[in-house]
């Protein structure tokens, strides 16, 4: 049983969702999945209205809305957790709202036949070429899956574990990852520090591929900044569309 999970939060997101409406690999994907949950994190009832109804959500026919607000991020991430846990979800798929599938068709259908048929704790799928020489536990086409753990982020001057794209075993991000002390972070970069902190001190399986599947491309919000011009520029290319201003 496999799921994802995204949470997007305020009422000024809204131009991600115009890429988002033009990202139809990403669709397919979340349409062969059991369920995605997807929550607002202190969002208007108009603003969530919007994008509920807007095209790529609309599209998404297997989904359950979930609204949270007056709690910190990390309440509302552990709540969804262990609600996924309590629906009797394994794995889950963690995408936040500015990550967008990079890849193709073909690629996205291998990943899924090594987790439909493999037991591991959790796969990386946005950073690349971490570690070479690890062995390949999977191969299937152009995709090849590494053995790889977390120190070989760390050795590739990289975070030990981040929020970016994975997929895990749901058990073991409730006992290795997500503690008492990430839940009482009410700042969510305070929260992912401790996390990277913690992790580097305790190594945990972070499977890779040699291919990018999903991508952070942040080109909104106050912590943006840096990226921008960059992020927006490769999604008019990726999506060859534009209709906004930046946020």
């Not at 994802?4 to 397919?28: G, P």
């Not at 991508?215 to 992020?231: E, L």
Request: a negative charge; charged letters at 25%.
């Amino acid at each position: 049983m496999i799921c994802s999970y995204t949470q997007t939060y305020s009422d000024n997101r809204e131009q991600l969702y115009e890429f988002h409406n033009k990202d139809t690999v990403d669709i397919k994907f979340r349409n062969k999945l059991a369920i995605n949950y997807y929550a607002f994190h202190n969002s208007p009832d108009n603003y969530r209205e919007k994008i509920v109804n807007d095209k790529y959500l609309s599209e998404i026919k297997n989904k359950e809305i979930l609204i949270y607000n007056n709690i910190s991020y990390t309440q509302s991430f552990i709540n969804t957790l262990l609600k996924i846990k309590n629906d009797g979800y394994k794995y889950m798929f963690f995408l936040q709202d500015d990550v967008f599938c990079v890849t193709n068709d073909e690629l996205i259908q291998n990943m899924l036949n090594y987790v439909n048929n493999n037991i591991f704790d959790m796969l990386n799928i946005e950073t690349t070429n971490i570690n070479t020489e690890s062995p390949i536990i999977y191969s299937k086409d152009s995709l090849k899956i590494y053995n790889t753990t977390s120190e070989d982020f760390k050795n590739k001057d990289l975070w030990a574990f981040d929020d970016g794209p994975y997929i895990a075993n749901v058990d073991f991000l409730l006992d290795k990852i997500y503690d008492n002390i990430f839940i009482s972070k009410c700042d969510v970069w305070e929260a992912e520090h401790y996390l990277n902190n913690k992790i580097i001190n305790n190594k945990i399986q972070r499977l890779s591929t040699n291919n990018i599947m999903f991508q952070r491309i942040n080109v909104v919000g106050p912590n943006s900044w840096g990226r921008v011009d960059d992020g927006l520029d490769r999604l008019k290319k990726m999506f060859n569309t534009f209709t906004g201003k930046i946020i």
